[in-house]
């Protein structure tokens, strides 16, 4: 299981994990399920969380118990690089059950995700604070964090997807397509904090996911050469009334300005009303002024804010 991190109150075990097991990915899953009920909200991210159901040494988990209860959880990852301009990083998200909030739970999470920092010498530490919640902020101000990036989480209701695209598109094919797909991903989100430099286990996490169909996966190819143009991933939650998520949409940069982006947007939301879902929704980042150009035409509107807070170490 691991170790106690830090000294404290009795009332309050801390514990570190490098792997979450079946038992403990209940445990935290039944967790989340508590804050959501309350923040209208998931507290975690689902990067850090595959990389913890695999068991991933650069990423940890901090729980915190009274007694045998799950109270809070801080979900950790460490990003080590030797480039002079990209200082090692942790990025650390948490919560705490509603039921046992405004006791410290939070301040004692976060002083353990300080020591984890410190632990893995990252020269920076960032705090995630979905939808950007009054006791995120005030934790963060208090710690003397300050808002570095912000994510947009996009919505659209059912009655405003489209039923029709012009688009052909065909469904993903792990052996023909897997390897080009990877490359395609990295080379469109080259430098990105969590998605710039996937390899095959990243893909393959994401398909081994109870959710993942390769029909949801809509892959856009040249006729003639049968070169990968763009693609569009669908996720599709497993509880159908959850909306359709317009997950990620890469496009070839020798075809970018010339709309296949939204085509492809379009072509993903067709797929997702196909399904009778509820609706759809995105993330997209605040400064990305293309992209939500191109989701506000479609109808898109903003729903939360979710900040990135950080300081040094």
């Known amino acids: 299981m691991g170790s106690v991190v830090r000294d404290g109150p009795p009332a ?6 490098r ?3 079946p038992e403990l990915q209940y445990q935290v899953d039944r967790l989340a399920d508590a804050a959501a009920a309350v923040d209208g909200l998931r507290p975690f991210g689902e990067h850090k969380w595959l990389r913890l159901i695999r068991g991933d040494d650069r990423c940890a988990a901090l729980l915190a118990r009274h007694g ?5 959880a801080a979900h950790c990852d460490a990003y080590h690089t030797s480039a002079p301009d990209r200082p090692c990083r942790l990025t650390a998200e948490f919560v705490v059950h509603p039921d046992v909030r405004n006791q410290g739970i939070g301040a004692r999470l ?3 995700v300080v020591d984890l920092a410190d632990e893995e ?34 919505i659209l209701p059912a009655a405003c997807l489209p039923s029709s695209t012009e688009l052909r598109t065909r469904p993903f094919d792990r052996q023909r397509d897997a390897e080009r797909w990877l490359q395609l991903h990295n080379r469109v989100f080259a430098g990105h904090p969590e998605q710039g430099a996937w390899d095959m286990v990243d893909l393959e996490a994401r398909m081994a996911q109870p959710w993942f169909d390769r029909a949801d996966l809509l892959m ?14 669908v996720k599709l939650p497993r509880d159908a009334n959850q909306p359709g998520e317009i997950y990620i949409v890469g496009v070839v940069p020798e075809a970018r300005g010339k709309k296949l982006g939204k085509e492809l947007t379009r072509a993903g939301l067709v797929h997702i009303r196909e399904h009778n879902r509820s609706g759809a929704m995105l993330y997209v980042e605040a400064d990305n002024t293309p ?8 109808g898109f509107a903003c729903r939360f804010e979710h900040v990135c807070y950080g300081r040094r170490v």
């Not at 920076?124 to 947009?152: C, I, S, V």
């Not at 190819?221 to 991933?233: H, N, Q």
């Not at 992209?291 to 479609?298: D, T």
């Open 12 to 17: 309050l075990d801390l514990q570190l994990v």
């Open 19 to 21: 792997h979450l097991t």
């Open 68 to 72: 045998q209860r799950l109270v809070g």
């Open 110 to 112: 976060l002083a353990a």
């Open 121 to 154: 010498i990252a020269q920076e530490l960032h705090l995630w604070a979905y939808g950007n919640l009054e006791p995120a902020q005030h934790l963060a101000q208090t710690r003397d964090f300050a808002p570095e990036r912000t994510l947009l989480q996009y």
């Open 220 to 233: 856009a190819t040249d006729d003639a050469s049968d070169d990968l143009l763009g693609f569009c991933w």
């Open 291 to 298: 992209a939500i150009k191109l989701y506000e035409s479609l």
